[in-house]
């Protein structure tokens, strides 16, 4: 049972380049949530998902994409990689909704991604 | 705007200590707060508390909301190195989308 899990680990992208970030989960979640972490800041809620097929808008979704094919994996793309998305991406998974319980999340390893 | 205020920032105590970390929150439609301790990699859930006066209590670690002064405190009793880390609060508020809003945490250092 391996929880959360992401890759890759750590990554260097040129301005303008793109990529996905992928996250799986094995606990059979319905939720699934994109975060980054940045110094100084809380964590920020990017894109979130309540099920297969479904997404939307977080807190700081400008120049990200997310994609939930399958329920247990969450993608999170980057178009046109820019310095200001330098930060750590972590991946959670909750099994209820926000409102009744889905506080209690299970993160990812996280994602450390620098943009030069 | 919602917001999650934490303190203090950071905190060195030698182990064996007790300490207390603070959070406080302003939100609309207030449903849940969590903690969650953060060493090197992924934060992982301590406690979710909803109801005002309720002590939630894990091992040394215990947590008490107030939701009339709108804060929780997050005790650890004998503190270890192994408590080291960052403590991260949030607050769960309902609305048109459900909101989890986070503080930007404690950092916790034990010392022997």
């Known amino acids: 049972n391996a929880g959360v899990t992401q890759t890759p680990k750590f990554r260097v992208l040129k301005t303008g380049q793109s990529m996905t970030l992928l996250c799986a989960q094995d606990?059979?979640?319905?939720?699934m949530y994109w975060y980054r972490q940045d110094p100084g800041m809380g964590l920020r809620l990017i894109h979130y998902?309540?099920?297969?097929?479904?997404?939307a808008k977080g807190e700081v979704p400008d120049g990200y994409n997310v994609s939930r094919l399958k329920k247990q994996n969450f993608l999170l793309g980057l178009e046109s990689a820019a310095p200001s998305q330098t930060s750590v991406y972590f991946c959670a998974s909750s099994r209820h909704p926000l409102l009744t319980g889905g506080g209690e999340q299970y993160f990812g390893p996280g994602t450390r991604l620098t943009v030069t | 705007e919602d917001k999650v205020v934490q303190s203090p920032l950071s905190l060195v105590v030698h182990e064996g200590d007790t300490v207390t970390l603070n959070c406080s929150y302003e939100v609309t439609n207030f449903r849940s707060l969590l903690w969650y301790k953060q060493e090197k990699k992924a934060p992982t859930f301590l406690f979710m508390l909803?109801?005002?006066?309720i002590e939630k209590k894990s091992g040394r670690l215990s947590s008490i909301l107030d939701k009339k002064e709108l804060f929780s405190i997050l005790n650890i009793t004998a503190t270890q190195t192994g408590d080291s880390a960052i403590y991260l609060c949030a607050v769960v508020a309902a609305g048109t989308a459900s909101k989890l809003t986070f503080g930007t945490g404690t950092r916790l250092q034990v010392t022997l």
């Open positions: 998902s309540v099920g297969e097929g479904t997404t």
């Open positions: 909803t109801s005002s006066g």
């Open positions: 606990m059979n979640h319905e939720y």
